[in-house]
C-alpha cells in the first residue's frame, strides 16, 4: 500500500504561480511512476502530468510551458509548480501513484482556486 498526501494549494490571482506537493509512504519500493491529475468543478478528473522512474515527464497540451513536475527521490515527494495560471486551472489536484502491478493509489486532493 502506498499512502499520498498533497499540499500547497490554495487561491492565487490568474498570471500567479502555485507549488503542490505530494509526500508519498508506505510501500515506497513498489512505486513506478507518480503524477498529478485534476478535476475541475462539473468535469471528469484529467491528467496533468505523470514523471516515470526514469525521469521522463509527460504533461497535458494545457500544461505545456507552464507547469513542470520534479521528484526528489529522497523525500519521496513529487512536485508540481504550476505557472501563469488561469481561471480554467481552477480545480481539485489530486497526486496519483502506481506501482508495478498497475494499481492505482491517489491522495485525498488539494484545491486550487484561481480568481481573475
Known amino acids: 500500500q502506498v499512502q499520498l498526501v498533497e499540499s500547497g494549494g490554495g487561491l492565487v490571482q490568474a498570471g500567479g504561480s502555485l507549488r503542490l506537493s505530494c509526500a508519498a509512504s508506505?510501500?515506497?519500493?513498489?512505486?513506478?511512476?507518480m503524477g498529478w491529475y485534476r478535476q475541475p468543478p462539473e468535469k471528469q478528473r484529467e491528467l496533468v502530468a505523470v514523471?516515470?522512474?526514469?525521469?521522463?515527464?509527460n504533461f497535458a497540451d494545457f500544461a505545456k510551458g507552464r507547469f513542470t513536475i520534479s521528484r526528489d527521490n529522497a523525500k519521496n515527494t513529487v512536485y508540481l509548480q504550476m505557472n501563469s495560471l488561469k481561471p480554467e486551472d481552477t480545480a481539485l489536484y489530486y497526486c496519483?501513484?502506481?506501482?508495478?502491478?498497475?494499481?492505482?493509489?491517489w491522495g485525498k486532493g488539494t484545491l486550487v482556486t484561481v480568481s481573475s
Open positions: 514523471m516515470t522512474p526514469g525521469g521522463t515527464a
Open positions: 496519483n501513484s502506481k506501482d508495478f502491478l498497475g494499481r492505482d493509489y
Open positions: 508506505g510501500s515506497i519500493i513498489a512505486i513506478k511512476t
